[in-house]
């Protein structure tokens, strides 16, 4: 009996150590694929902040040292995504890599004002993501001088070093008259593009004026890259739909340079637009690009499909590339962020100062929920809607009149097109119109504040909410919904999010709607005004993991690690016999090195 038990004994013992060895053995494999996979994707780099006192060590090997120290999820201690990190993989992978930035907006602007000049932080998501990302990298900005006051606070050459409290780059300035103004930004850009890649039902106007003008202004801000850039081969990111046709004159002016185009609004299915009257012209630009991206891959299908149909090419799946006039451009998806922790909301009050000091400057009763929305006064936001939603709601839970205030931000914004200025008016309207139907003296049920507000105020609305909205008709990614979630450190409030939104594909713990429908957006509401303190917190955790981990710099930091890859792989197509190099070059190949029959 002894012996059989102890047998039995071995045998289980027998048997549990090769479990366990076929578990640890499936683990390594995974690890090592992960590993391998990250690497070849270019995807990690040696930028480990907290390693400086281990023994040196390859990257892979990096890597595991960190997953067995940590013993967490392998995603999350890859890499910790910091400025640090930005600045490791500039020394690291690409030494001696200027970077220039190129935008319309610029991140700081002088205003006059009663005779003194002063400073203007814009309301701009693609600011607030650049800004933190070209300090990192000291790099160069070239973006529209708009202030009243900015071309007295430039040196001879443009130049401005910012930000002024603590100067780490450059801001160079490009003056633009009155007409080019109105046919590149509010004309082509605004009147054009902008109503095109967005799907909100508000006509694009298209006029050959604007086109040309739009051009022209393209073709300025290409002269002054090429004016600033200090060698061959700076790294260039030109940002969002002002710049469609910027990449192909860079890449003319320096065939050598790194080209990564970010378009942060959505891109329309091929349908849409093929309504362009410059769709070939459009893609073309583009297509100057070393690698174009959007915040999610649906954007990148889009635009890879509309190559497709309109340009001579060649597309690969895979590792998603199109080849066209002798070169390729690599189309990737990059959800934009926001820095982490945010600057703009560090020693702000915490959530209860914040309410108290808001409820008293709104006058709200204390028993009052609060629900918020902050944006631009832009017709894809769905302001309009969620006011309707709000209506129905009340309609639905009359209980709730005189207990539920939306509070909204709306910063006037493009004031001088007429969709916008229509938007403005029916807002207001619908305004009045709510408030005497659901209020009295006392209470307005909808507080509309059509003014900019600072960073500092703006953290302190959502910081007093009960309930965010974000209900955006379409958007690429949209950023109130992560600086949201980014300054509710008390871990509660609720995030009404449209599914039309980029956001919505990682904050998959806000409630997701669709903002056509009136009805959802009320039930929405109810959801979050009856959601216990608990479920809050544990959403609001998982939300601000989410925001914490894909942070900006991992947005900026994932572009530059695929140039790096981008750069190798020219340095590889260089080395390499004429014969052993394959058919269609990278699009940073210098002219001088391609294939007969490969120049653009
Ligand atoms: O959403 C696109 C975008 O360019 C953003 O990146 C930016 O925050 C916003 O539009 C601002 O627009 P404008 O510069 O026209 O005020």
Not at 58 to 64: E, I
Not at 252 to 267: E, G, V, Y
Request: proline share 6%.
């Amino acid at each position: 009996m002894d012996t059989h038990a102890d047998l039995l004994g071995l045998g289980s013992n027998i048997w549990m150590v090769l479990a366990v060895s076929l578990l640890l053995s499936i683990a390594a494999v995974v690890l090592a694929t992960l590993v391998w996979w990250r690497l070849h994707r270019g995807r990690v780099v040696a930028a480990f902040p907290d390693a400086a006192d281990d023994p040196p060590l390859d990257q892979a090997s990096k890597l595991q040292h960190e997953f067995e120290k940590n013993n967490r999820a392998a995603d999350d201690v890859l890499i910790n995504w910091s400025p640090e990190t930005l600045r490791q993989i500039l020394a690291t992978e690409l030494p001696d890599a200027q970077v220039i930035v190129v935008s319309n907006r610029e991140p700081y602007i002088h205003n006059l004002v009663d005779g003194k000049v002063k400073l203007l932080v814009p309301a701009s998501g693609l600011v607030s993501a650049l800004e933190p990302v070209t300090r990192a990298c000291s790099g160069t900005w070239i973006a529209y001088g708009g202030g009243s006051a900015d071309r007295l606070t430039v040196d001879d050459n443009d130049r401005i070093q910012v930000p002024p409290d603590k100067p780490s780059y450059v801001l160079r300035r490009v003056w633009l008259s009155e007409e080019e103004l109105q046919g590149y930004y509010y004309g082509f850009a605004n009147d054009g593009l902008w109503p095109l890649c967005h799907i909100a039902f508000t006509r694009p106007i298209f006029r050959a004026s604007d086109f040309e003008m739009y051009e022209a202004v393209n073709q300025k801000f290409a002269d002054v890259v090429a004016e600033e850039a200090r060698n061959e081969r700076p790294i260039v990111l030109v940002q969002d739909y002002h710049f469609a046709l910027l990449p192909r004159m860079i890449r003319q002016r320096l065939p050598d340079a790194i080209i990564i185009t970010f378009w942060h609004i959505p891109w329309p299915n091929s349908e849409v637009f093929s309504i362009c009257p410059w769709r070939e012209r459009i893609l073309d630009g583009l297509l100057g690009s070393s690698i174009v991206g959007f915040h999610i891959q649906f954007h990148c299908n889009n635009f890879t499909e509309s190559v497709d149909r309109f340009l001579e090419s060649r597309i690969e799946r895979e590792d998603p590339s199109i080849s066209y006039r002798g070169s390729t451009t690599l189309v990737h998806p990059y959800p934009i962020s926001i820095e982490w922790p945010p600057a703009g909301f560090q020693n702000q009050p915490d959530a209860a100062e914040c309410r108290r000091e808001i409820f008293e400057r709104f006058g709200l009763a204390p028993d009052t929920r609060l629900c918020v929305g902050v944006e631009r006064l832009d017709y894809t936001k769905g302001i309009l809607d969620r006011f309707m939603a709000l209506d129905e709601f009340f309609q639905k839970n009359p209980d709730w009149i005189g207990r539920l205030v939306f509070l909204q931000i709306a910063a006037p914004s493009r004031g001088t097109l007429a969709a916008y200025q229509q938007l403005h008016r029916q807002c207001l309207n619908y305004v009045d119109e709510f408030n005497l139907r659901y209020g009295n003296d006392r209470h307005k049920p909808i507080i509309l504040i059509d003014e900019y507000h600072r960073q500092e105020d703006i953290c302190r609305v959502y910081r007093a909410a009960d309930i965010c909205v974000v209900s955006s008709l379409h958007d690429g990614m949209n950023l109130v919904a992560k600086e949201f979630v980014a300054t509710r450190d008390d871990e509660q409030g609720v995030l009404i999010l449209s599914t039309f939104a980029g956001a919505s594909r990682e904050l998959l713990d806000a409630l997701i709607v669709n903002p056509y429908d009136p009805s959802a957006v009320g039930d929405a509401l109810l959801r979050a005004l009856c959601m216990p303190a608990e479920e809050q917190g544990e959403r609001m955790r998982r939300m601000r993991e989410v925001v914490r981990n894909n942070n900006v710099y991992r947005w900026a930091g994932s572009m530059l690690v695929d140039a790096a890859r981008l750069r190798k792989r020219n340095e590889a197509y260089e080395a390499a016999e004429p014969t052993q190099r394959p058919e269609v070059a990278s699009n940073v190949v210098p002219l001088k090195g391609k294939k007969k029959g490969a120049a653009r």
